[in-house]
């Protein structure tokens, strides 16, 4: 398993702003991924981020707009740039530790106003 | 793009039912997960199910994949007000879409009422 510390848990900022989250994780991990989960709704993979080497975005994300760092193998960071509304989500960070099962921070949970 | 179509959506029943969940794709998937989320959690897993035709029991729960590993079922028997949350599916990627990466269900978020 692991432990995934992310923060903030929660933040209110205002549009055109941006917002850095970070995902601290207790283990040594080759991948971790960025989750947003809009309100009432599933998760969507934003980008995956691999030590050493460029995120990977999923279709409808962009690196200007959610830009990550990847320094080392047990901490990343995703911002959330240039802020309106409907960026307003859940913003989730999880690891794979190979055992074929995903392990999630408890989230952050961002409003834009 | 491989997706997961899950039902229903919504669920309230009344303590002691029994319900199902599906998640449904005409995709293949290396493995199915089920997550619950809490309100201002992540998910947590429940079970991974790997093989078609697994079958697996957590308590109450039994979660299904089918032959072909394109669906899966959960089914809670005699539900608790505990059981309230957010039920999540999620498809590990087969060859096409990459190992690790999870295509999540819409949800189901379940209400048992005391």
């Known amino acids: 398993s692991a432990v995934i510390s992310q923060k903030p848990s929660r933040d209110i900022c205002q549009r055109g702003t941006s917002l850095t989250i970070q995902c601290q994780v207790d283990?040594?991990?080759?991948?971790m991924f960025w989750y947003r989960q809009q309100p009432g709704q599933s998760l969507t993979l934003i980008a995956t981020?691999?030590?050493?080497?460029?995120?990977?975005?999923e279709s409808g994300f962009v690196i200007d707009k959610f830009p990550i760092s990847r320094p080392n193998l047990t901490f990343s960071t995703l911002t959330v740039s240039n802020m309106s509304p409907e960026d307003s989500s859940i913003y989730l960070c999880s690891v794979d530790v190979g055992v074929r099962a995903a392990f999630f921070g408890q989230g952050t949970r961002l409003t834009v106003v | 793009t491989q997706l997961l179509e899950q039902s229903p959506q919504f669920l309230s029943i009344q303590e002691g039912e029994n319900l199902t969940v599906y998640c449904n794709s005409s995709?293949?998937?290396?493995?199915l997960q089920w997550y619950r989320q809490e309100p201002g959690e992540g998910p947590v897993l429940l079970v991974t199910v790997v093989t078609g035709g697994e079958v697996k029991k957590l308590k109450r729960l039994t979660f299904q994949f089918g032959d072909a590993r394109k669906d899966s079922s959960l089914h809670i028997t005699a539900a608790q007000p505990g059981d309230t949350g957010l039920y999540l599916c999620a498809g590990e990627g087969g060859p096409i879409e990459g190992a690790q990466k999870l295509v999540f269900g819409q949800g189901t978020r379940l209400t048992i009422n005391p």
């Open positions: 995709s293949v998937f290396s493995s």
């Open positions: 283990s040594q991990v080759t991948m």
């Open positions: 981020a691999n030590q050493g080497s460029e995120a990977t975005y």
